[in-house]
C-alpha cells in the first residue's frame, strides 16, 4: 500500500473527528502533494506525528497554527479561547491527531487491528526523499489544517 | 443512588471531555475518577469503590486490553462493568475487547449521544434528552 491510497482516506475521517467532537466543519480540501510547499510555517504552529503499525505501517502527522488550535481545543473542552491554557491545547492537539490517524487506519482494513504510538510534538515536518510522503491539507471554519502520511517500505518495519 | 465511575485514558484532555460528557448526560455520579493507564486504574480500583470502567485500549505502562483482563481475573473486581473508548473503529477489535470482557465498545470520534445511552446502559435507566 502506498501513502496515496492512505491519504485519500484522510479528509473523510478528519471530517468525521472535526464534525463530532470538535465541532468543527471543513469547508475545502487541497489537493494531495508529495512537498510540503503550501504549508503554513511550524514556528508559528502546533505539529505533532505518530507511528501507526499493523498491515500498514508507517508515520502520520498534523500541522495546524496557534490560532486554529486554541479554536478547536475551545470547542473539544467546550471552554472559552482566553481560558484555556497552552498545555491544554497541546494536549488537544496530540489528541486530535490521534484521532484523525485512528480514524483514517481503521478505514485500511476493518477485521485487521492497529497499533498507534503517543503522538509527539515535532519540530520540522517531513521532507520528501526517498520515503513515500504525502500532505493533505484541508481549511476549516476553524483555520487550515496540514495532515502528512508515510507509508513504511514493504520489509521495513520487520528490520525495526 | 450515586455512581462511582473510572475513566482511564493517557489523554488528560480526552478525560476532561469524557467527564464533561457524563456531568451532562445528567448520570448521578458520585465521584468521578481518573487514571492516565492501566496500572493507575488497578491501584484506583483496589482503594476505591467503582460502578463503571471507561477506558481506552493504547496507553502505556499497562494498556487498556490487559486492564480488562486484569479486572476480570480479579474476584473482587470481575463484577464491575467495563466500556472501552478507542481510536480503533475495527471491527476485529471490538470483538477482541468484548471477547476479553469488556461490556461495551465505543469508538473515537463519538457523538455525546452514544457515550450517554451506553452509560444508562451499563448502569441503569433512561439517558437524558439533553444531546
Redesign the interface.
Known sequence: MKASDVAVLIPAACK??L???YFTDVLAETPQEDTHEGVPSIVQSYAFALKFSGDVSGRFGLCLEHGTARRL?AN???EDETDIAEG?VI??V??LT??F???AV??I????????S?PQPVQQLPAASSEDLIFVGMETDSGPITTWVVVDKAGAHREN | MAFNILVVDDSPAMRRVVKRVIEICGVDTGKLLEAGDGLQALKVLRSEWVDLVMTDINMPEMDGEQLVMEIREDSMLESIPVLVISTDQSEGRMKQMLALGANGYISKPFQPATLSGELYRLLGGAPNESF
Do not use: I
Open positions: 468525521e473527528v464534525n463530532a467532537m481545543a473539544f473542552l467546550g491544554d494536549e488537544v496530540g489528541e490521534n484521532m490517524c485512528g480514524s481503521s478505514q482494513e476493518s477485521g485487521t487491528k492497529f497499533v498507534l503517543h
